[in-house]
C-alpha cells in the first residue's frame, strides 16, 4: 500500500524553526496537505496544494516542495504550535487519498 | 458558518452493528465530498473512504473496504458510517471531513464520534 513517511518527532526551541518532511514516490505527481492536530481536537489544514496558506493560519507557517519530498516549515515556533502533524496526498492514479505517519513537534 | 456535527459516542458489543453520522451546515452539502477518518488510540490519521452527497458516488480505501459502508441522505444533509459487526479493533475516534473542490484537501472537520467496542 502507498505510505508518506514523516520523522516521529522534531524538537525545537522558541522562535527557532521546525521543519516536518513528508517523502513518497507520487509527490511529484500529486499535492501535498499539512494538518495540525492538538490533543483531544479534530485536525485543522495549515497549508494546502503544497504551499499554499487557508485563511486564518498565521504566517509562520509554510510549505514547499522538491521532488518526492515536502516539507512544512514553521519559522519562529510558539509553545501553541506544539502539536501532531501530518502530510496527506494521494496515490499516483489519484484514486485514494493517503494521510502520513505523523510527526510530533514538541517546543522545548 | 461551515459545520460538521458528528453524533455523539457510541459503546458496543463485538458483534453488534453501528451507524454513525455527520451533519452538514452552511453550505451546499450536495456539492463538497465528504471523507471518513480514523483515528485509533494514540495512533494516527486513516483515510477510510469517501462519498459524493450529491449522487451518492463512494469511494473505499482498500484497507476499509467490505469492512464498513459509507452513504448519505441529501435530504438531511448527512452522511454515514456503518459497520455490520462490530470487533473491538473498531475502537476509535472516527472524523468526517470536507473536501475542498479544486484546491483539494480536508477544510472542515466534524468534532469525531468516539467509538468503543468491548465485551
Known amino acids: 500500500s502507498y505510505e508518506l513517511t514523516q520523522p516521529p518527532s522534531v524538537s525545537v526551541s522558541p522562535g527557532q524553526t521546525a521543519r516536518i518532511t513528508c517523502s513518497a514516490d507520487?509527490?511529484?505527481?500529486?499535492?501535498a496537505y499539512w494538518y495540525q492536530q492538538k490533543p483531544g481536537q479534530a485536525p485543522v489544514l495549515v497549508i494546502y496544494k503544497d504551499s499554499e496558506r487557508p485563511s486564518g493560519i498565521p504566517e509562520r507557517f509554510s510549505g514547499s516542495s522538491s521532488g518526492t519530498t515536502v516539507t512544512l516549515t514553521i519559522s519562529g515556533v510558539q509553545a501553541e504550535d506544539e502539536a501532531d502533524y501530518y502530510c496527506?496526498?494521494?496515490?499516483?492514479?489519484?484514486?485514494?487519498?493517503?494521510f502520513g505517519t505523523g510527526t510530533k513537534v514538541t517546543v522545548l | 458558518e461551515v459545520q460538521l456535527v458528528q453524533s455523539g459516542a457510541e459503546v458496543k458489543k463485538p458483534g453488534e452493528s453501528l451507524k454513525i453520522s455527520c451533519k452538514g451546515s452552511?453550505?451546499?452539502?450536495?456539492?463538497?465530498?465528504i471523507a471518513w477518518v480514523r483515528q485509533m488510540p494514540g495512533k494516527g490519521l486513516e483515510w477510510m473512504g469517501i462519498i459524493y452527497p450529491g449522487d451518492s458516488d463512494t469511494r473505499y480505501s482498500p484497507s476499509f473496504q467490505g469492512q464498513v459502508t459509507i452513504s448519505a441522505d441529501k435530504s438531511i444533509s448527512t452522511a454515514y458510517l456503518q459497520w455490520s459487526s462490530l470487533k473491538a479493533s473498531d475502537t476509535a475516534m472516527y472524523y468526517c471531513a470536507r473536501h475542498q473542490p479544486g484546491e483539494g484537501g480536508f477544510d472542515y472537520w466534524g468534532q469525531g464520534t468516539l467509538v468503543t467496542v468491548s465485551s
Open positions: 496527506q496526498s494521494a496515490d499516483s492514479s489519484g484514486t485514494y487519498c493517503v
Open positions: 507520487a509527490l511529484p505527481k500529486q499535492y
Open positions: 452552511g453550505y451546499s452539502f450536495t456539492t463538497y465530498w
